[in-house]
């Protein structure tokens, strides 16, 4: 595939990412913090996010598993991913983590456990996704090329 | 006030959550802000100078003084901006001990949260934020941040309390900023009534323009 080619399929991804909710706003704006000064600024904060939300998932299987749900805890967690999932611009995680946390607040256990499975399943989406992107960036730069934002 | 009076700005930036220091120290750093990142409210007053005994504490790796010297009260920090809610610290702590200390009391502080609650909102406001900032944080966020600490020097320089005796000098028009679209600066600012410009700036009605584009809030 060509140079031109390539920069066309990154943006067809981008665009189609936003479109299905994937990203918002916020991972624009992240775009625009970045610049030949701090040409890896993304990288590092979705790199982060990927630790951290990895971190935290594990944190909330093993509470979820617990005889006696803290919920505060449980919460506590959610309240992180949120955080973390808006700043970078990760919609549907951050959408998950919503309802998460009112189940958290109705203390419904069944209701907890199934927004796990669901924010984990937007993580491991969101993640494929933005690492695809991150691949098609470099492909770009080792062909030379620079990333049409 | 010349240029270069931007990068003369230290900002100490509080958050426990590694994203948003990252995010936000590049905000702050686009903004030509030195700044300094601390994850809790306890660094950031050991930071500030603000301790028990008179030790020198040690590094510590969660704290990143961003090429600055860790040089406890010889580090003038023009502005803290901190998350609202961060473990260790009760809601306001940190603000509400940087107002009560005669040496600290004079530091514009600036708290972000995640979450739009009015009640929290005024709150903050009543003990002494300068401004109450929806989080994601945006660039154009940061422009409300120039004034306060501008306004900070010229107290420190004139010995002068009031904001209202201050106003605003001519040059703010003159400060270029990288990203700066427009050279706008915030007219309630200027007004007498501080009380009256947070709340122009921070009602409810005002910060719901900051939804916009933000899908989701709680």
């Known amino acids: ?149 | 006030m010349g240029m270069a009076a931007d990068s003369e700005f230290h900002v100490l930036a509080v958050d426990d959550s590694i994203i948003d220091r990252k995010v936000i120290e590049r905000l702050l750093k686009t903004s030509s802000y030195q700044v300094t990142t601390v994850d809790s409210g306890s660094k950031a007053l050991e930071f500030l100078g603000l301790r028990e005994d008179d030790g020198i504490n040690p590094n510590t790796p969660s704290v990143s003084p961003n090429n600055h010297r860790w040089r406890l009260q010889e580090v003038e920090v023009n502005l803290v901006i901190t998350d609202y809610c961060m473990p260790g610290m009760t809601d306001y702590g940190l603000l509400k001990k940087i107002k009560e200390s005669s040496s600290l009391k004079n530091i514009p502080v600036v708290i972000m949260s995640s979450e739009n609650v009015p009640s929290r909102i005024s709150r903050c406001l009543e003990e002494g934020a300068e401004e109450f900032l929806l989080k994601p944080v945006k660039l154009s966020d940061l422009k409300k941040l120039r004034p306060h600490m501008l306004r900070t020097k010229i107290k420190s320089h004139n010995g002068k309390q009031e904001p209202e005796e201050l106003g605003m000098p001519d040059e703010k028009i003159g400060f270029p900023s990288p990203k700066q679209e427009e050279q706008q600066q915030q007219q309630p600012q200027s007004k007498n009534n501080k009380r009256k410009a947070m709340e122009e700036d921070v009602s409810p009605e005002r910060t719901r323009p900051r939804l916009n584009g933000i899908t989701t809030m709680v």
């Open chain 1, 1 to 149: 595939m060509d140079l031109v080619q390539l920069q066309r399929q990154l943006v067809d991804y981008k665009t189609s990412l936003y479109n299905e909710g994937f990203l918002d706003e916020q991972f624009t704006q992240l775009q625009e913090l970045q610049d030949e000064n701090n040409p890896d600024f993304v990288v590092e904060v979705v790199s982060l996010f990927f630790e951290d939300s990895e971190r935290l998932l594990n944190e909330l299987t093993k509470a979820l598993e617990q005889q006696s749900v803290d919920f505060k805890r449980v919460d506590a967690h959610v309240h992180q991913l949120k955080g973390s999932s808006s700043s970078i611009g990760a919609q549907r995680v951050q959408k998950v983590c919503i309802a998460f946390r009112n189940y958290c607040e109705e203390q419904n256990i069944e209701g907890c456990v199934k927004c796990l499975q669901q924010v984990r399943h937007e993580y491991s989406l969101v993640k494929t996704k933005l690492e695809s992107m991150f691949q098609l960036q470099q492909q770009i730069l080792s062909a030379g090329g620079s990333i049409p934002m």
